[in-house]
């Protein structure tokens, strides 16, 4: 299995295959629950290679670690996962 943060870097500096709507697929610790969003509503530090930030709906930023990313679709389809 491809690792998430060789996908992630073929995502982001690949222009052929980076083209698409990206969604991930991370597991919420809090509520045992598989949340998936928009690639572009992440963020990535250029010297954090183990998590990513995102901001929820109260407007607070959370730091969640690439190990629990589960899932990557590409235009809807399944490209890449790993079992929960």
């Known amino acids: ?4 943060q060789e996908l992630l870097n073929r995502i982001r500096w690949d222009e052929e295959f980076g083209r698409g709507d990206f969604v991930i697929g991370y597991h ?9 969003v928009p690639l572009k509503a992440l963020s990535f530090a250029e010297d954090n290679h183990f998590s990513f930030e995102i901001m929820d709906d109260e407007g607070v930023v959370h730091s969640v670690p690439l190990h629990r990313i589960k899932a990557v ?3 809807g389809t399944l490209i890449w996962h790993r079992e929960h």
């Not at 299995?1 to 998430?4: H, S, V």
């Not at 919420?28 to 998936?36: K, N, Q």
């Open 28 to 36: 919420d610790r809090f509520d045992d629950s598989l949340v998936e």
């Open 1 to 4: 299995m491809t690792p998430i």
């Open 73 to 75: 679709r590409k235009n």
